[in-house]
Nanobody, 121 residues
Framework: QVQLVESGGGLVQAGGSLRLSCAASRTIFSTAAMGWYRQPPGKQRESVAIITVNSGSTNYADSVKGRFTISRDNAKNTVYLQMSSLKPEDTAVYYC??????????????WGQGTQVTVSS
């Protein structure tokens, strides 16, 4: 069954903003570190931003620091990626990722289906 559902991608001009959302099932969201990854055309998938279960720690790729913000709403089981000052090189398919962090339950890793972000110059 589908565990992660992304939304919010689209076409935007350089300098614009978009917000991606990823809704997860409660059973995985409550114990998962959540992340956003992207795969530009013809390139490998790369990490964009990661947030811990309690939002106590975030980590960003150097290329997006100061422009992107990851956040999570544990009441809505949703993680967000606010993207600002977008550049053409941000064009990619963006994927949501969930990785288990609880030592008391079976480990897991899930990926969303991906959402296209295209930034025009």
């Amino acid at each position: 069954q589908v565990q992660l559902v992304e939304s919010g991608g689209g076409l935007v001009q350089a300098g614009g903003s978009l917000r991606l959302s990823c809704a997860a099932s409660r059973t995985i969201f409550s114990t998962a570190a959540m992340g956003w990854y992207r795969q530009p055309p013809g390139k490998q998938r790369e990490s964009v931003a990661i947030i811990t279960v309690n939002s106590g720690s975030t980590n960003y790729a150097d290329s997006v620091k100061g422009r992107f913000t990851i956040s999570r709403d544990n009441a809505k089981n949703t993680v967000y990626l606010q993207m600002s000052s977008l550049k053409p090189e941000d064009t990619a398919v963006y994927y949501c990722n969930a990785v288990s962090t609880s030592p008391y339950a079976p480990s897991f890793e899930y990926w969303g289906q991906g959402t296209q972000v295209t930034v025009s110059s």
